[in-house]
């Protein structure tokens, strides 16, 4: 006969497999999960809060004042700057991701390869990535790259501008849109290469990733390089090819330099955190937008292993 | 190449001339040594334009007062002097900095490649309802930057109240207990334990796209082998993921160093090497009652200082980098299955 226990309140199912894997899976992700809760959405909620209110600082600390839609209105329809930024900082980024994508892939492949000399050239590449965050750079910008009169030493940006080029093209009778356009990336040249470190990275490590059996049956059935490339190797990194992307547009949009960014932070500086806020709200959700496009586009094409 | 297809044509047809493969042979060297040629044209001038910052703060850290008028010095100053670096030195308060900064800096990269590692690994191996979506909002934390959110994380770090145990305790006692963490190291170790640390999202997104490419064999061996899921993870992914955690260490070593937007924020008293770098400029009077300057001199030789200061922060990097570049290339060089 059996014993029926009184004391349980729940019986002991057993987890399907499927249920188990969940439960994992959420036990995985737990530190994240709370992490995100306490230190992310509550200050963010904070902060959607303040953008409805006009902060100012009184006896007792920081005091709200209620205004409803009043920033936003004021941000978008009579800010003289904001719209005019953000239109110009997405248009730049739609032409300017895919060049530093495009060198990325280019460089990661050549530096794959045994050659004389690679770990000097690897050195020398990832170079930008230890410098190009922080306040070195910012330095280095002022400095280097002569934007600031006041500094006695001889400017040397003429040597990474290209005003001949333009004097060239418009001569050989090169339509003056298209001369612009790259005459402004030849300009940009230094900044894009700076900017590119990490990604060449990433897709270096994507590349000594594949397994080398794969070409060693494409040499079997004759594959060219060129078929090589297109059919084994940049299949297999379009996954982190997907991560650089992301991850370029987010390193553009939150670059100190980038238009929108230094309004923010300027605002802040001003004491206006409300209007602050309210600008780097609206614009990271144009941003979220954008990269989840993007994220949709690429994401269809990439090809996964398993 | 065409090597292999004419070979194989050739084959076929059971017409296997000589002159044709070596003529082929010649070609397919001819390319090879055009591409080399390309090659190393290529990285000479990249290395150039990469390198020119540094040469320049080199360059100009070295100069004594007299060569910034000389219009003859262009890379090699005439009066080499260490004197910019001793003041700068003196600015950045240089030791104790670096003790300020190592003490946040080491914990903190540990903690943060471990989680990020794990929830990478969660993201990317487990199906569960609500991955899709939280995976969505990973993607937006990456997004947003922590100046959206500094202010009220701010107040959350200067009341500390974890899990709000304070407020419970504040039932019984009248008064909610809450705890300064300013001015300690405690905001970065939590913030990272809690996978929000700098840049942890990408961190974690790197991970999972990482752990999605290894193949699932290893796993489904060990679960046969009665392996749990976490002894899953500790024993076989992460002695295979060595590649990726070199790689992320290295990001995470670099960008809690140049960090400097939220240190600023969190520490007042015990600052960091990148905060004192962004206050040198204002700190400059320090050399002035020090060395008897004028004022006049301190324009002068200011931005020289400055780029003395610039090298010293830098330096630990680019020997942390020299170091680790070696096990970096060869983790890179690994492939993701071994044997």
Sequence with gaps: MQRTNLFKIFPKRKLTLRQKEALYGRLFILPWLIGLVIFFIIPFINSIYYTFHKIRLGDSGLEFEFIGWENYIYAFTKDPDYLKNLTSSITNMLYEVPIVIIFSVFVAYLLKDDFKGRTFARTIFFFPVIIASGVVITVLKENVLGSNTSSMVASSTTIFKAENLRAVMINAGVPRWFSMYIVDIVNKIFDLTWRSGVQILLILAALHNIPKSFYEVAIIEGATEWEKFWKITFPMISPTILVAVIYSIIDYFTDYGNQVMRMVVNQANNGKFEYSTTLAITYFLVVMIIILIVNRIIGKRVVYLT | ?339
């Design chain 2, 1 to 339: 190449m065409k090597v292999a297809r004419a070979i194989k044509i050739n084959y076929t047809f059971e017409k296997f001339r000589i002159t044709d493969v070596s003529k082929l042979v010649f070609k397919k060297n001819l390319f090879i040594v055009l591409k080399k040629l390309f090659l190393y044209t290529f990285i000479i001038c990249m290395s150039y334009i990469l390198l020119y910052p540094i040469l320049f703060l080199i360059s100009n850290a070295l100069r004594a007062k007299e060569d910034l008028f000389d219009p003859s010095v262009i890379w090699i100053p005439k009066h080499i002097t260490f004197k910019n670096f001793e003041y700068a030195n003196m600015l950045l308060s240089y030791p104790l900095a670096i003790k300020n900064t190592l003490i946040i800096l080491i914990p903190s990269v540990i903690i943060q490649t471990f989680i990020c590692m794990m929830v990478g690994y969660g993201f990317a191996r487990f199906r569960f309802a609500e991955r899709e979506l939280l995976f969505g909002i990973l993607l937006f934390t990456i997004i947003v930057p922590m100046q959206t959110i500094i202010v009220p994380l701010y107040m959350k770090f200067r009341y500390f109240d974890f899990l709000y145990i304070g407020k419970l305790i504040g039932i019984f006692t009248g008064k909610p207990m809450t705890i300064n963490l300013l001015d300690t190291p405690w905001p970065f170790y939590i913030l990272n334990f809690f996978g929000m640390g700098i840049r942890s999202s990408l961190y974690i997104f790197v991970f999972r796209q990482f752990f999605r490419n290894m193949p699932v064999e290893l796993e489904e061996a060990a679960k046969i082998d009665g392996c749990g899921p976490f002894s899953t993870f500790l024993r076989i992914m992460v002695p295979n993921a060595t590649g990726a955690i070199i790689t992320i260490l290295l990001f995470t070593i670099v960008w809690h160093w140049n960090d400097y937007y939220v240190s600023a924020m969190f520490c007042n008293e015990n600052l960091p090497v990148s905060v004192m770098l962004t206050a040198l400029n204002n700190r400059m009077s320090m050399i002035q009652d020090a060395y008897g300057f004028s004022s006049d001199d301190i324009y002068l030789i200011g931005s020289n200082v400055l780029e003395a200061g610039c090298l010293m922060v830098i330096l630990p990097l680019i020997i942390v980098y020299i170091i680790g570049q070696r096990y970096f290339t060869e983790s890179i060089e690994r492939t993701g299955i071994v044997g």
